[in-house]
C-alpha cells in the first residue's frame, strides 16, 4: 500500500525514522566507499553515516557549489545525503539540482522525507515525488511519526536495496517489529492524509503569514528574525539558551506550547523558538503569537 502511494517498487518498514536512517546509512558504503552529507543533516543520518565503513564529509547547507566540488574527490561508490525539508531550518533542499550533480558524477542521492511526508505534494507524498524525481532516486525515507501522527519509518527503494537491507540493516534484523496496532494506525493515516486538501490549503495560509511577518520589533527594542521558510516549520533565532528559554516561557504563560531549540541541538548563537504549524491552527492563533513576540 505505501509503495504504490508512493510510486516505488518496494517500502520497507522500520520502527522509526531514526532506525530507518541507521539502518541503511550504517550498511551500504563499504570500505573505500564515500558519503556526502548535508552539513545540517538530522542526527539520526549522521549516527549511521558514522557506522558505516565509508569516508564520509559534509557539504555546506544546500550549498551546490560545495557539492560539485566535493564529488570531484569522491572514491568508490559515492552517496549523497540529504533531508527535503530541513528539520531545524524548515527550509528545502534543491533536489532537482543536486539529482542532476549526482547523476553527472555517478553518485546516488538519498532523500529523507521525514518533514515532507503528509505535507509536500498535492496527496502529500513528499518533495522527490511532487518534483517526479523519484524513479531516479537511490531511496527515500518517509516517517510516520510527524504529519502522520503515527510511528515507524519506511525506506523506499528498488527491490534490489530492499531485499540487501533485510539481509544487512542491523536495526531492521535485530530487533522487535511493529505491533500490529501500529502498522493499522499506519495504514489508517495513508487511507486518510492524501485527501486531506483542506487541511494542506490551511497549513499554507498559516505558512503565508508567518512568511508577512519575518521580523520581529520587540517593546524592549530587540529585533528577532525568523529563518526563511515555505513550510510548517517557522523559526525564529532568539540567541542564547537562556534567553530563547525566556520567551518560550512569555508563550507558554500566555497559553501558547511553542519549544526552545537549545545549542548543542543547533550552532551556538542559533537558538531559537520553533513554531510547528498544525493544521487547525488558526491566523487567529499565528496572530496572537506574533503580537506576543512583540510585547517581550
Do not use: W
Not at 549523497?80 to 525539508?85: D, Q
Amino acid at each position: 500500500m505505501i509503495a504504490k502511494f508512493h510510486d516505488s517498487p518496494s517500502a520497507l518498514i522500520f520502527n522509526s525514522g531514526y532506525d530507518a536512517n541507521i539502518g541503511l546509512l550504517s550498511c551500504i558504503a563499504e570500505r573505500g566507499d564515500t558519503i556526502l552529507y548535508d552539513k545540517l543533516s538530522h542526527a539520526s543520518i549522521r549516527d549511521g553515516i558514522r557506522l558505516s565503513q565509508g569516508q564520509a564529509f559534509s557539504f555546506a547547507h544546500n550549498d551546490l557549489e560545495d557539492l560539485k566540488n566535493k564529488l570531484r574527490s569522491k572514491k568508490g561508490q559515492c552517496f549523497v545525503v540529504t533531508e527535503s525539508v530541513f528539520s531545524m531550518d524548515g527550509d528545502m533542499a534543491p533536489v532537482r539540482e543536486m539529482l542532476a550533480l549526482c547523476e553527472s558524477a555517478d553518485a546516488r542521492l538519498i532523500v529523507d522525507e521525514a518533514h515532507a511526508t503528509g505535507i509536500v505534494g498535492n496527496h502529500g507524498e513528499g518533495l522527490i515525488q511532487h518534483e517526479a524525481l523519484h524513479h531516479n532516486c537511490f531511496a527515500r525515507i518517509v516517517t510516520f511519526g510527524k504529519a502522520l501522527g503515527c510511528h515507524g519509518a519506511a525506506i523506499l527503494s528498488g527491490e534490489l536495496l530492499r531485499n540487501y537491507l533485510i539481509n544487512f540493516s542491523r536495526s531492521f534484523i535485530f530487533t522487535t517489529a511493529l505491533p500490529p496496532v501500529a502498522v493499522a494506525a499506519i495504514k489508517t493515516s495513508y487511507e486518510i492524509f492524501p485527501a486531506m486538501f483542506a487541511e494542506r490549503e490551511q497549513l499554507k495560509e498559516l505558512i503565508n503569514f508567518f512568511r508577512q511577518n519575518q521580523t520581529i520589533h520587540t517593546a524592549s527594542g530587540k529585533t528577532f528574525a525568523f529563518k526563511p521558510s515555505g513550510t510548517p516549520i517557522q523559526g525564529l533565532v532568539v540567541p542564547g539558551n537562556e534567553k530563547v528559554k525566556a520567551v518560550a516561557n512569555h508563550l507558554a504563560a500566555l497559553e501558547m506550547d511553542v519549544r526552545p531549540i537549545l545549542y548543542p541541538t543547533v550552532p551556538e548563537g542559533e537558538e531559537r523558538l520553533r513554531i510547528a504549524l498544525h493544521s487547525f491552527n488558526t491566523i487567529e492563533e499565528a496572530g496572537k503569537i506574533i503580537s506576543a513576540l512583540k510585547e517581550i
